[in-house]
């Protein structure tokens, strides 16, 4: 199975970091450039372990995903449920940590792990989904950095008033 990750430093501490990750609505559109419209499901208004979310891609590829874990402010943890036709699964996981020396800084590790099908094209599809895929978290992780640096987005953590 694929694995592909992309990191970098941002300059906010962790907790900052994981509230930036986090973000909805206006808020989460300002940085992330994966997504066309997010929305959690069933009720939920916060995020947590076993709360489902519809991701509609820039593309428009839909997605109902569920967070396996949510530890702020060091790692969440997320899997699809149901998707495109052409992932058997897809995974994903985030982590936050301080950089060693500066509390104001954090190594943030994005993971993407995925199966494609139907079995007999998995092989090279997943080749070419690794590709697509880089570049995709690549843009997203340099999306999450500008959020993490952009005012509108650090005074929604501070005031979660963002609708879903």
Known sequence: MPVIESSLVV???PATAFAVSQ???ATRMRWDPFIRRQHLMDGAIVPGKGVRTLTVHRLGFRMV???V???PPTNVGMKMLTGSWFFERLGG???FGPVEGDP???LAVWRYNFACKPAWLAPLAERIGSVIL???IDRRIAGFARGCSDPIV???ITQPTDPL
Do not use: I
Request: proline share 8%; aromatic share 12%.
């Open 11 to 13: 300059p906010v501490p």
């Open 23 to 25: 973000t909805t609505g």
């Open 65 to 67: 995903s569920e967070y």
């Open 69 to 71: 874990s949510y530890n």
């Open 93 to 95: 996981g985030w982590r």
């Open 104 to 106: 104001n800084s954090t």
């Open 134 to 136: 880089q570049r995709d």
């Open 154 to 156: 650090l005074a929604a």
